[in-house]
């Protein structure tokens, strides 16, 4: 069984400074991997994703996530931080197999943008 | 990205009473719909799949008789919380997986439920 962890409840950083958000996962053979943000009663939103290739992945908001097989890690990056960014964040893992689709997520991190 | 939506946003009802949650697949059609429940500060746990044309597959630990689910159309999915209890107040989430495999999955603003 697939298993995500986000060992940080929160995070918090002062705005302009880089950020950094943990996830690592436990999913046999390559996984597919996800990041989701969450703004307060809100669905989710698509931020990236990993699929093969290149380990360092770009997303939207100019957000990026490093896939690291060896650490077994996806940690969600930005060069800068915005109070805008102050959300919950789900890194999210899926399975290379073709039956199931669903996603295992993480238990969420809430980063706080400090102004 | 998709366009997913749910109705209603928030609902507030008596502990013994039924809720029914939509999802629509507001750009696309969709064959399978995900379901999910997140407890309040807490991560989202899948609860079934909703297929369009057959039944729903349920995860474990989830009473399919309670959590009534059908795929009625390609665009939409229904969630039907039966003689809910206050437990089951909660922030339920849908989704609708779009794109080549892997695919993205694309949520819905999510319905909370408060039983009273």
């Known amino acids: 069984a697939q298993s995500v962890a986000q060992p940080e409840d929160q995070v918090n950083v002062a705005e302009g400074n880089p950020l950094t958000v943990k996830c690592t996962y436990s999913?046999?053979?390559?996984?597919?991997l996800f990041w989701y943000v969450q703004y307060p009663n809100r669905g989710l939103q698509f931020l990236l994703k990993?699929?093969?290739?290149?380990?360092l992945v770009k997303g939207s908001y100019g957000f990026e996530a490093e896939f690291n097989k060896s650490q077994t890690s996806f940690h969600l990056k930005k060069p800068s931080a915005l109070v805008s960014d102050s959300a919950l964040y789900f890194c999210a893992v899926r399975p290379p197999s073709t039956g199931r689709r669903a996603l295992t997520f993480g238990s969420g991190t809430r980063l706080q943008v400090q102004p | 990205g998709a366009v997913v939506s749910q109705h209603p946003s928030r609902v507030i009802c008596k502990s013994g009473t039924s809720v029914k949650i939509e999802c629509r697949s507001l750009?696309?059609?969709?064959?399978?719909m995900f379901w999910y429940r997140q407890f309040p500060k807490q991560s989202l746990m899948l609860m079934a799949t909703s297929n369009e044309g057959s039944k729903a597959t349920y995860e474990q630990g989830v009473e399919k008789d309670k959590f009534l689910i059908n795929h009625a159309s390609l665009t939409l999915s229904t969630l039907t919380v039966t003689s809910a209890h206050p437990e089951d107040s909660s922030f339920y989430i849908c989704s609708v997986p779009l794109g080549q495999a892997p695919d993205t999955q694309y949520f819905g603003p999510g319905t909370r439920l408060t039983v009273l």
């Open positions: 750009d696309f059609q969709a064959t399978t």
């Open positions: 990993y699929i093969t290739g290149d380990n």
């Open positions: 999913v046999s053979g390559n996984p597919y």
